[in-house]
């Protein structure tokens, strides 16, 4: 993990009190120390602000992503992740949707008919331009003419009106 501050060095993860919050800051040393010049030089005094590994910070298994990672950049690592962190993603979920659960909208009982009729009639219309083009090799311009009504027929229910002759 790189330092948020400078992007170069590796970085620990730092916590610090901040409006009365806790943060957590992914920083190398020499940035922290350039940040927050009130704490002195760094030796022991940074060991208890590391996070991560150290301090038995949670990660998740498949990976390797800690969740001090996910709060510093909002990002979770894998689709793992989320059973990883469940119970402290709950309440982001919450705060963001309002609720756990999702209440979107479902397609109505209906959309499976559609769509078994849909393709129907595309079939249909695949079968008919074959069809027609056979009976124009053939020059049988009648039932050329029969067959193209009845696909006119067909890009009418599936595209309204326009469709493709």
Do not use: W
């Not at 996070?51 to 990002?75: D, I, N, S, V």
């Not at 078994?116 to 053939?138: F, M, N, P, S, Y």
């Not at 039932?143 to 009106?161: F, T």
Request: proline share 2%.
């Amino acid at each position: 993990m790189l330092c948020a501050c400078c992007g170069k060095n590796s970085a620990k993860l730092y916590k610090r009190d901040a409006e009365g919050k806790e943060i957590t800051l992914s920083l190398c040393a020499e940035c922290y120390e350039k940040l927050y010049p009130e704490r002195g030089e760094g030796g022991d005094f940074f060991a208890s602000f590391v996070g991560g590994e150290e301090k038995g910070e949670k990660c998740c298994p498949a990976c390797g992503t800690t969740l001090a990672a996910f709060r510093h950049t909002g990002l979770l690592g894998c689709a793992y992740c989320y059973t990883a962190f469940r119970t402290e993603l709950l309440p982001a979920v919450r705060y963001a949707q309002g609720k756990l659960h999702h209440e979107g909208k479902a397609p109505s009982g209906l959309a499976d008919e559609q769509y078994d009729t849909i393709r129907e009639l595309v079939h249909e219309q695949e079968r008919l331009k074959t069809c027609i083009r056979a009976a124009e090799a053939e020059g049988d311009d009648f039932v050329a003419r029969k067959l193209k009504s009845r696909l006119a027929n067909i890009n009418r229910r599936l595209y309204g009106g326009e469709g493709e002759e």
